[in-house]
């Protein structure tokens, strides 16, 4: 067995970021008596939470099994964000002709370059997460099996740490699709995909959900034939649909093969070659491909940390079951983070994080139920959202005006060729109190604060018509969504009143 802090390939860049994240040669401290809060997992939620603890003078201990930094900075955001940024810049080579460039015959993509300036900056983010990073402020870093050991007992590498509140932050993992054959074969997942130096020339991906996504277009772009399997007869199927069909076509200009609405049945090796056998309307095909990446769910790591002996109960699908104020069935005992929570993103487990210091420490009462979580899902267009989609709204009896501003009208996104995409949002209907948002555009991410911060800050959608955007910005979309919220206002009668006031003041 590999030994848990390797992180292949073995070269210069994961030498520093196992330096960082999991030191070899790590001493763990004496344990203080007691500690106000040990925190299980070292992940987003766990970092933030000791951390920020820490900061305001309570005594921590943090426990990481395997790497600081969880899934986000390993096999995560940071890692994906770095050849999703290369793959964008490929396929504007691939397109200059658009914009008056010539681009020399045989521009290729030198793979291997690619994953290595990936490890290069991983390696220079991981400095943040770091074990004596937190060392330095205070925190107390075991590496280690973390398990409860009974009331207030935690125990790592032979030792015993007491506490007066627990924190469980130990994430998730990829979930593993009951396909016969397939585990047989060998595949990769977020975990393991970010090793590879060298490209797969054919790569099946199962899963059409964000992660499947986001790593079929980055490795098609990067020069692979990718051929995507998603038993929904559409991609991002919780997605907004329109939102979803323009991705979706996206993918099928980009070269995509779709294998949707269909049952994989099995995973046969041979010759080489791992061949996929799926049925679509009672017939079954075959597809032979080099490499499959599982992106399909992910599973709570519950495992090791003993929760029957303090009482905490959990579910092997659904996690650490928690109240609003994300305490456990042990009052004692809180989680954050992905083991937790339906939405498993890194910002929604730093802000679980902030509540559980305060809720912790301070007896106070956050509650997670008033969080505002926006998301995006990063492909090109990229789709962010926040709130209620139509169907929330329908499905809860409330009625909702919904303004659609798209991309195609808006001067900057026509100047940058970045036509495809909208932006939408949904009122409660006769109001302006905004609702929900989805946007896609090439940065849909960086938009959908605008319209978060508004929703946080109880702004009406008629708040934002007053907000001066620079322009030519594809952000000037939010204005218009809102001017035209606003021209609805003019009924008939209020323009006839104002036709009378005009007249009457000349």
């Given at each position: 067995m590999r030994p848990i802090s390797e992180v292949l390939p073995q070269d210069v860049h994961n030498a520093t970021l196992v330096s960082n994240v999991h030191p070899p040669d790590w001493q763990n401290p004496e344990p203080a008596a007691p500690y106000n809060l040990v925190v299980i997992g070292a992940g987003t939620a766990g970092l933030v939470t000791a951390g920020g603890a820490a900061g305001l003078g309570a005594k921590v201990a943090l426990v990481e099994r395997h790497l600081l930094g969880g899934d986000c900075l390993n096999v995560g955001c940071v890692p994906s964000k770095c050849i999703i940024r290369s793959s964008r810049v490929y396929a504007d080579l691939k397109n200059a002709k658009q914009f008056?460039?010539?681009?020399?015959?045989?521009?290729?993509?030198?793979?291997?370059?690619?994953?290595?300036?990936?490890?290069?900056?991983?390696?220079?983010?991981?400095?943040?997460?770091?074990?004596?990073?937190?060392?330095?402020?205070?925190?107390?870093?075991?590496?280690?099996?973390?398990?409860?050991?009974?009331?207030?007992?935690?125990?790592?590498?032979?030792?015993?740490?007491?506490?007066?509140?627990?924190?469980?932050?130990?994430?998730?993992?990829?979930?593993?699709?009951?396909?016969?054959?397939?585990?047989?074969?060998?595949?990769?997942?977020?975990?393991?995909?970010?090793?590879?130096?060298?490209?797969?020339?054919?790569?099946?991906?199962?899963?059409?959900?964000?992660?499947?996504?986001?790593?079929?277009?980055?490795?098609?772009?990067?020069?692979?034939?990718?051929?995507?399997?998603?038993s929904a007869s559409h991609i991002l199927n919780r997605e907004d649909s329109d939102a979803a069909e323009i991705l979706q076509q996206s993918f099928i200009r980009d070269g995509?093969?779709?294998?949707?609405?269909?049952?994989?049945?099995?995973?046969?090796?041979?010759?080489?070659?791992?061949?996929?056998?799926?049925?679509?309307?009672?017939?079954?095909?075959?597809?032979?491909?080099d490499e499959i990446l599982v992106g399909a769910g992910r599973a709570p790591n519950v495992e090791g940390l003993n929760l029957e002996s303090v009482g905490v109960k959990y579910d092997q699908r659904e996690g650490v079951a928690v109240n609003d104020r994300l305490q456990t069935t042990n009052p004692s005992i809180y989680a954050a983070g992905d083991i937790c929570l339906k939405y498993k993103f890194t910002h929604t487990a730093d802000a679980t994080a902030r509540i559980v210091i305060q809720d912790a420490l301070f007896r106070g009462r956050k509650k997670q139920s008033a969080l505002t979580i926006p998301w995006c899902t990063y492909t090109d267009p990229e789709i962010a959202h926040v709130g209620m989609y139509e169907r929330d709204a329908r499905e809860r009896g409330v009625a909702v005006d919904t303004f659609v501003?798209?991309?195609?009208?808006?001067?900057?996104?026509?100047?940058?060729?970045?036509?495809?995409?909208?932006?939408?949002?949904?009122?409660?209907?006769?109001?302006?109190?905004?609702?929900?948002?989805?946007?896609?555009?090439?940065?849909?991410?960086?938009?959908?604060?605008?319209?978060?911060?508004?929703?946080?800050?109880?702004?009406?959608?008629?708040?934002l018509a007053n907000v001066i955007h620079t322009y030519p910005t594809q952000a000037e979309a939010i204005k218009q969504v809102a001017d035209a919220y606003n021209r609805t206002r003019l009924t008939p009668l209020v323009k006839r009143l104002f036709t009378r006031w005009l007249a009457w003041t000349r």
């Open positions: 008056g460039l010539r681009i020399p015959e045989g521009t290729e993509v030198d793979f291997p370059a690619v994953m290595e300036r990936m490890r290069r900056l991983r390696a220079r983010i991981s400095y943040h997460d770091s074990a004596r990073r937190f060392q330095e402020l205070g925190v107390d870093v075991y590496l280690g099996e973390g398990r409860f050991a009974g009331p207030g007992m935690v125990e790592v590498g032979g030792k015993t740490l007491r506490y007066k509140k627990a924190v469980i932050a130990t994430g998730t993992r990829p979930a593993h699709p009951a396909i016969p054959g397939l585990a047989e074969s060998g595949f990769l997942t977020n975990e393991t995909v970010f090793s590879l130096t060298q490209r797969p020339r054919r790569l099946a991906v199962i899963g059409g959900g964000p992660i499947g996504c986001e790593l079929a277009q980055a490795f098609r772009r990067l020069g692979c034939e990718v051929i995507l399997f998603h995509i093969r779709l294998i949707l609405d269909c049952q994989t049945k099995r995973v046969e090796k041979k010759n080489g070659e791992k061949v996929i056998y799926f049925q679509c309307q009672g017939n079954e095909e075959g597809v032979a491909v501003r798209p991309l195609n009208e808006v001067d900057r996104a026509i100047t940058d060729g970045e036509e495809e995409g909208f932006v939408k949002v949904h009122l409660r209907k006769g109001t302006d109190k905004i609702l929900g948002a989805t946007i896609v555009a090439r940065h849909a991410g960086e938009m959908i604060s605008e319209i978060t911060l508004a929703m946080v800050g109880n702004l009406g959608l008629r708040a």
